[in-house]
């Protein structure tokens, strides 16, 4: 019988959510967190076009393309993915979609109310909707106040761990949010597993 290790193995929290830490390195974490740094930041969009947008959302994001510099660090989030996927979800999944930088920033009072990443990103039609989300913390939790990451997937909320390197993950049609950042900058690495419509 092996012994279960919660710090090499993913746990699920009281409301449901997979946490899963010390899976990266502290290299793989500022390889990411600098390659992240140096892309073209743009104001965070919402697929739903909502005029009111700003009262949901205060993000900066970048686009991390799958290329020779992301490659390895791609390969280890997919295979987190299937292992999460197998182990928690089993879910019907085809891939994953490219990754997002996200920024929130004390100055600029970032935030992300509650919301629902299911369905199709109305910038790619083609692609399958999302079904699994998963974020991982890049920042130091010292650099910066405010800001969790709480997931509510039935009567209890989950409040994520601010671990640097933390893997979150769960089911993309649960509500979840980001409170408003009170100093610093939090980065953050969102990843989202798509496939066929649940049926």
Not at 2 to 11: G, I, M
Not at 145 to 155: D, K, T
Not at 178 to 198: D, H, N, Q, Y
Request: net charge negative; aromatic share 12%; glycine share 8%.
């Amino acid at each position: 019988m092996s012994v279960f290790n919660p710090a090499t193995s993913p746990v699920i929290m009281s409301g449901g959510l997979i946490v899963w830490v010390n899976l990266f390195t502290p290299a793989e974490l500022d390889a990411m967190e600098q390659y992240g740094d140096r892309l073209t930041h743009e104001k965070a969009e919402l697929s739903a076009k909502n005029t009111g947008r700003d009262s949901i959302r205060v993000t900066k994001v970048a686009w991390v393309m799958r290329n020779a510099q992301t490659e390895a660090f791609y390969a280890k989030v997919e295979d987190a993915v299937l292992r999460l996927n197998a182990q928690f979800f089993h879910y019907d999944l085809s891939g994953v979609a490219t990754f997002q930088y996200a920024l929130y920033d004390g100055a600029e009072g970032g935030r992300f109310d509650w919301h629902k990443d299911y369905g199709k990103d109305y910038g790619a039609p083609d692609q399958e909707p999302r079904k699994l989300s998963l974020s991982i913390q890049l920042s130091d939790p010292a650099k910066y106040e405010g800001c969790e990451l709480e997931v509510r997937a039935g009567n209890l909320t989950d409040v994520a761990p601010r671990t640097r390197g933390a893997v979150i993950a769960f089911p993309s049609y649960v509500l979840h949010r980001v409170t408003p950042i009170t100093s610093g900058v939090r980065k953050s690495l969102v990843v989202w597993a798509v496939g066929p419509e649940f049926k």
